[in-house]
């Protein structure tokens, strides 16, 4: 029987790491809780965890988190193990790979987008679950 990890909480207001507005950032970031960019950063983003861009944040990367949240821009590949959300003011430009994908009404996508094989379990999707005869 496969193993199945307790579902994270993600919680926006907890963070355990920020980049402020006028900050800029060239590197590799690894973190674990929620990291929350509003300045300038450009690289490669790795965490099982939750990176939200702020509305000023500017992340030119290669990201694999759990969870992002786009207020700002972003450029380049984000592959996510549970959801992508872009807010009213986030504008996505390059890949997105992620089994859910949440778009705002005044958002801006130019990318192309994948779902990959982590889709939210039926009773949580409100899907029933089809039963074999």
């Not at 674990?32 to 939750?50: H, L, N, P, T």
């Amino acid at each position: 029987m496969k193993e199945t990890k307790p579902k994270p909480e993600w919680n926006e207001s907890k963070l355990t790491g920020f980049f402020d507005d006028g900050t800029e950032i060239e590197g590799q970031l690894k973190f674990k809780g929620s990291f929350r960019i509003d300045g300038y950063f450009k690289g490669k983003v790795q965490s099982e965890d939750m990176l939200i861009i702020g509305e000023q944040g500017r992340v030119d990367a290669d990201v694999h988190v759990g969870f992002a949240v786009v207020n700002g821009e972003f450029r380049g590949e984000i592959k996510c193990d549970d959801k992508v959300e872009i807010h009213d003011r986030g504008r996505v430009f390059g890949t997105v790979m992620a089994p859910r994908l949440l778009i705002s009404e005044n958002a801006q996508l130019d990318a192309n987008f994948e779902t990959t094989d982590n889709p939210a379990p039926a009773e949580e999707t409100g899907v029933p679950e089809k039963k074999d005869d």
